[in-house]
């Protein structure tokens, strides 16, 4: 079974601090995406990597980055944390093979105070 | 650019009665379709996916969906519920030949005693 795990369940920050939230799946998976989920909006898409080092904008990228050092290590960085970013954060992870199907972690929740 | 649309944003139903949850999509190609499912402080699991040949796909705890193409829809039913199918389903539709997989905004289905 594939196993993505986000590093902190609940998490409260700041506004203007810097945050990171770590993600690491152990499949081996070439894609992985940063999603936020708010009420009524459902699953927004942030940034996706298709390889190390490599990204893509999302659709809602401003206010984040993100890195890719290694493989199965996928973080999203909130450069300076406002209120609008308190959401619950999900990360996925994917074979880079047509219609394969995402998994994801069980999710972050960010309040910025 | 690919849209989802899942009009129904809370649907109760009780427990043993069918359900349908709706989805409709908008894609300039041809794409493979996803429906998710997300438990209470969970993390989405995949509940089933369409990527070609039949129209009608199923999962193995009885919810079926049909991929109609003329009227682009992938609706989600069962024929008789149960306590446990209490959650959120999500639509997702990821264009052939891209990366980028769009979420609808997400059904909640609560299943009354």
């Known amino acids: 079974d594939v196993k993505v795990t986000q590093s902190s369940r609940y998490l409260v920050k700041r506004t203007g601090e810097k945050v990171f939230l770590e993600c690491v799946q152990d499949?081996?998976?070439?894609?992985m995406f940063w999603y936020r989920q708010d009420p009524g909006l459902g699953l927004r898409l942030i940034y996706f990597?298709?390889?190390?080092?490599?990204?893509e904008k999302g659709d809602i990228p401003e206010g984040y980055s993100v890195s890719r050092e290694k493989k199965e290590r996928f973080s999203l960085i909130l450069e300076s944390a406002s209120t609008n970013q308190t959401s619950m954060y999900l990360c996925?992870?994917?074979?880079?093979?047509?219609?394969?199907?995402?998994?994801f972690g069980n999710g972050t929740r960010l309040t910025v105070t | 650019a690919q849209s989802v649309t899942q009009l129904d944003s809370q649907v109760p139903v009780f427990e043993e009665a069918p359900v349908e949850l709706r989805c409709n999509y908008s894609?300039?190609?041809?794409?493979?379709l996803f429906w998710y499912v997300q438990y209470p402080n969970q993390g989405l699991q995949l509940l089933l996916k369409?990527?070609?040949?039949?129209?009608l796909v199923e999962s193995i705890n009885g919810f079926e969906a049909e991929f109609n193409k003329s009227q682009t829809s992938f609706h989600l039913r069962k024929p008789s519920v149960h306590i446990s199918d209490t959650a959120e389903y999500f639509c997702?539709?990821?264009?052939?030949?891209?990366?980028?997989?769009?979420f609808g905004t997400g059904t909640k289905l609560q299943v009354i005693p």
């Open positions: 996925a992870s994917r074979k880079d093979r047509e219609g394969s199907p995402l998994h």
């Open positions: 499949m081996d998976h070439e894609n």
């Open positions: 990597s298709y390889d190390v080092k490599m990204k």
């Open positions: 894609s300039s190609v041809s794409v493979y």
């Open positions: 369409y990527l070609s040949g039949s129209t």
């Open positions: 997702a539709v990821n264009p052939g030949g891209y990366q980028k997989v769009t």
